[in-house]
């Protein structure tokens, strides 16, 4: 069994930094990949960043320089580092990884459960 675990979300006011973190556990060979997706009210989800297994991280238009997404391949963990934060920044973030289980197995995407991250005005 693989789990991703979120954390760090919370309530915010506008201008604000939040850190997310995401824990992958349980039946791990390798990691390839991470990402953070969000979902808003009403709303698609959405793509906010991806990382590379080598640590390079590419970013969603909107996040416009003020998120930072890393890793530490050591502790199979992800972060999302989000400062001035806005209102529109308000949804549920969550945490994909493609890992391959066991050495013999192909490789799968997994989520986590989602942490909420809310920006008041």
């Known amino acids: 069994q693989v789990q991703l675990v979120e954390s760090g979300g919370g309530l915010v006011q506008a201008g604000g930094s939040l850190r997310l973190s995401c824990a992958a556990s349980?039946?791990?060979?390798?990691?390839?990949?991470m990402g953070w997706y969000r979902q808003a009210p009403g709303k698609q989800r959405e793509l906010v960043a991806t990382?590379?297994?080598?640590?390079?991280?590419n970013y969603a238009d909107f996040v416009n320089d003020r998120f930072t997404m890393s890793r530490d391949n050591a502790k199979n963990t992800v972060y999302l580092q989000m400062n001035n934060l806005k209102p529109d920044d308000t949804a549920v973030y969550y945490c994909t990884a493609n890992i391959r289980p066991r050495r013999d197995s192909g490789r799968h995407d997994y989520w986590g459960q989602g942490t909420q991250v809310t920006v008041s005005s």
């Open positions: 990382i590379t297994s080598g640590g390079r991280a």
């Open positions: 349980g039946s791990i060979f390798s990691i390839n990949g």
